[in-house]
């Protein structure tokens, strides 16, 4: 079971974001290295808002080892349906 990052659409995320209480799990997303419970609650940003900051800095990944060697910004984005503006 993984789940997918409202941010950047990565869909390999190993634990919900945030448990039934409430509680961020504090994992990194691997794709745009948004940490739940630090990125939103600590430093207030939204998904969108990081999402932009994300992209304008050239979308890179947080842990490049594990970005695909065909990846798509634009399809993932798809996968929380985001159309990319051009
Ligand atoms: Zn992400």
Redesign the pocket.
């Known amino acids: 079971m993984t789940y997918i990052?409202p941010?950047?659409?990565?869909d390999g995320l190993e634990e919900p974001l945030y448990d039934e209480d409430g509680d961020p799990s504090y994992e990194i997303?691997s794709?745009?290295?948004?940490e739940y419970g630090f990125d939103d609650l600590d430093q207030e940003y939204s998904f969108e808002q990081y999402r932009r900051k994300w992209i304008e800095q050239g979308a890179s990944w947080f842990s490049d080892y594990l970005k695909p060697s065909k990846w798509s910004l634009k399809k993932q984005l798809e996968n929380i349906n985001v159309i990319m503006e051009e």
């Open positions: 990052c941010v950047c659409g990565y997303c794709c745009c290295g948004f």
